[in-house]
């Protein structure tokens, strides 16, 4: 179906960008405000930087949580407020509607979205696609526009996709769609509007100039200067094994409390057009653009020790540099077959001695996993490399615990160039900035992400309280679900936490859904794969697709399949 592959950016970019280390100065007043040499179509309207309540540099909601299997945020579409599944590994929005009739929708209680009132269709279609070659989902329906709230930010006419049909983990596990927050060249939804909408496309002259009024809610945020810097930064709270932590997403400016200096920056890794990325614009003819959240890794340490490289081929492409997505949507830590088998195999001698078995583990070894990035090791905590073994104890008495975060996954190819994929048990572990940087010009401020780690000195004496803890409830880890909140803040300029405006969104709170440790809907185990039959939740893993041959498509009925692999 797409004519164009993908690629790593040379060597001689990454150097230039390798030096980056701290939130790059602003090189324009806005990052929003950009000059751009084409006929701008009308603009679209938002709400005001400044409500009366002083200048309004971003926005912040606190994040729902079951089970550390699927993080949530309540998000405001038209009339309907709903949780929605928090996804940096894709870059659309889109809710299920009374339309759909799976099995999986009929699974989900969260409200949905009411698409008779204020949904204006575009005329559109597009078909999703989710996940690696063993959790592949799919999401379907109408693409359109009507007014969204995300951490009190709102924009009036933002693109999502109305969904009729989907089986999206998702939807099974409770929430009512996707929010990615991905690169625009990620949006198969923006994609399909502009299509739709505009009879006569300029290549992808008309695709970027597009992003302004047909892109992603924050790529949107930021062109149209609604907030005052281009990020956004996430942190996940621990509702498994020892329940703490806090979850939330800042749009706009740095989470209150953290410093600059203590956060490590790194370039994003581009993708060159030559081998299916996006193709610059004619007034921005040398650009390379982004197309995930995806960064370079130095190596992969377990217990102190570097682990040995993988020695696993890329799909129909040279090896690529060792790289990461860094990816919210995804419930584990994914990475080359034949490393983590050498993970598992060192930390339970079950697996050990049969690779087929389950990776199970006395509760008190305690183990660092670690990822090595612009030069510095951010370990997962001991508490996020197990989960709930399955039995209460062992033989000898003692909790047991199971390396269950770990799996295999598919081999790096065009268009997926990352071997590892960082999920939650990584972000619950270390706060991660996400900076788009310049969207219609990279190479004036490139995208980069910021990491600093959340990892106690003391993480595994509080693997040990817990595993005490579930020693005397009979083997068992506590564990809950949180819902996602519906109350969200401004960030105003000068103002302290206390002093933010809070902004009820309207609507009922969504409720938390139950999952236990087995998981919701998990597929057949792919012995092909270590941990392959582990319960996960993984949405936009990788892309099949260029988005350029979407946009230069002769569109008959206005109805396209997309993927988004």
């Not at 999703?128 to 109408?142: C, M, Q, Y």
């Not at 195999?345 to 199970?360: E, G, H, L, N, Q």
């Not at 709930?388 to 081999?411: K, L, W």
């Amino acid at each position: 179906m797409f004519a164009h592959t993908w690629c790593a950016l040379h060597v001689l970019v990454w150097a230039a960008l390798a030096s980056a280390s701290v939130l790059p100065q602003r090189l324009t007043p806005r990052k929003g405000a950009i000059t751009l040499p084409f006929t701008r179509y009308p603009k679209i309207g938002v709400t005001a930087r400044d409500d009366g309540g002083g200048d309004v540099v971003g926005g912040k909601v606190g994040l729902g949580d079951q089970q550390d299997l699927f993080y949530s945020v309540a998000v405001t579409v038209g009339s309907t407020t709903t949780s929605v599944n928090l996804d940096t590994g894709s870059a659309d929005l889109w809710v299920i509607t009374d339309a759909c009739q799976t099995a999986e929708c009929k699974q989900s209680n969260a409200p949905r979205y009411d698409d008779s009132k204020s949904f204006r269709p575009s005329g559109g279609t597009v078909n999703l696609s989710f996940g690696d070659s063993v959790t592949g989902t799919h999401a379907n329906g109408p693409v359109g526009r009507d007014t969204v709230t995300l951490a009190a930010l709102t924009l009036e006419n933002q693109t999502l996709a109305a969904v009729t049909d989907t089986n999206n983990f998702a939807v099974s596990s409770g929430g009512a769609g996707i929010l990615g927050l991905g690169f625009p060249a990620q949006s198969f939804v923006q994609a399909g509007a502009i299509n739709a909408e505009i009879k006569n496309t300029i290549g992808t002259d008309t695709f970027v100039e597009q992003t302004t009024n047909s892109g992603p809610i924050v790529p949107r945020l930021i062109l149209l200067d609604e907030i005052d810097d281009p990020l956004f930064s996430i942190t996940l709270q621990r509702d498994t094994i020892d329940v703490s932590g806090e979850g939330q997403i800042t749009i706009g400016a740095l989470p209150e409390g953290v410093d600059n200096s203590s956060i490590t920056w790194v370039p994003v890794r581009l993708y060159d057009p030559s081998n299916g990325g996006l193709s610059p614009p004619s007034f921005a003819a040398g650009e390379v653009y982004p197309l995930r959240w995806e960064v370079l890794l130095d190596g992969v340490f377990l217990d102190g020790k570097k682990l040995a490289d993988s020695t696993q081929q890329a799909e129909g492409i040279p090896n690529p540099s060792l790289s990461a997505l860094i990816d919210t949507g995804n419930s584990l830590i994914r990475g080359p077959n034949d490393v983590v088998v050498n993970i598992l195999s060192a930390v339970s001698p079950a697996f050990a001695a049969d690779p087929k078995a389950r990776p199970i583990l006395p509760c008190s070894d305690a183990h660092t996993l670690a990822f090595q990035i612009g030069g510095k090791l951010f370990p997962v905590d001991p508490r996020d490399f197990v989960a709930q073994g399955p039995t209460s104890a062992d033989a000898t008495g003692e909790v047991v615990c199971a390396a269950d975060n770990v799996v295999g996954t598919d081999a790096p190819r065009s268009g997926a160039l990352f071997s590892w994929n960082l999920g939650d048990p990584f972000l619950k572990s270390n706060l991660v900035v996400f900076y788009y940087g310049n969207l219609t010009h990279p190479s004036v401020d490139p995208p980069r992400m910021g990491f600093m780690s959340l990892v106690p000195s003391n993480a595994d004496d509080l693997l040990d309280d817990a595993v005490d803890d579930a020693q005397k409830a009979g083997g068992n880890f506590e564990s809950t679900s949180d819902a996602a909140p519906t109350a969200s803040s401004l960030i105003r300029e000068g103002a302290t936490e206390s002093a933010a405006k809070i902004t009820q969104t309207p609507g009922s709170q969504p409720t938390a859904t139950q999952t236990n440790a087995s998981g919701n809907g998990a597929q057949a185990p792919n012995p092909t794969q270590p941990n392959a039959g582990t319960s996960s939740y993984r949405y936009g893993q990788s892309q099949r697709g260029n988005i350029l041959t979407v946009v230069l498509q002769s569109i008959v009925s206005l109805a396209f399949s997309l993927e988004l692999l």
